[in-house]
Nanobody
Framework: QVQLVESGGDLVQAAGSLRLSCAAS????????MGWYRQAPGEQRELVAH???????TYGDSVMGRFTISRDNAKKTVALQMNSLKPEDTAVYYC???????????????WGLGTQVTVSS
């Protein structure tokens, strides 16, 4: 069974920084794109950033220049460094990954349970 577990969510003041981490575990043969999405109350889930297996990165427009995504393939982790945080960054942040499990023919999409980020003004 494959799992994604996030950590690092917290309450922080505006202009502060946080680092989120997500670790994949279980019967994994290969990991493709990994990323972060967020969902604020009453809003749709939106892309924050994702990074492909060969380190091609895409950022959502609202976080460009403030957030940085990175991955460690050996540790099966993805991180999100968030700087210059704004109250509008407040949301539950979800880790997402395309994973090829062992003894499975195709990639599957997995989600973590989410970690709360709250930015106070």
């Amino acid at each position: 069974q494959v799992q994604l577990v996030e950590s690092g969510g917290d309450l922080v003041q505006a202009a502060g920084s946080l680092r989120l981490s997500c670790a994949a575990s279980g019967s994994i043969f290969r990991i493709g794109t990994m990323g972060w999405y967020r969902q604020a109350p009453g809003e749709q889930r939106e892309l924050v950033a994702h990074i492909s297996a060969d380190d091609i990165v895409t950022y959502g427009d609202s976080v460009m220049g403030r957030f940085t995504i990175s991955r460690d393939n050996a540790k099966k982790t993805v991180a999100l460094q968030m700087n210059s945080l704004k109250p509008e960054d407040t949301a539950v942040y979800y880790c997402n990954a395309e994973i090829l499990p062992l003894r499975v023919a195709s990639y599957r999409t997995y989600w973590g349970l989410g970690t709360q980020v709250t930015v106070s003004s």
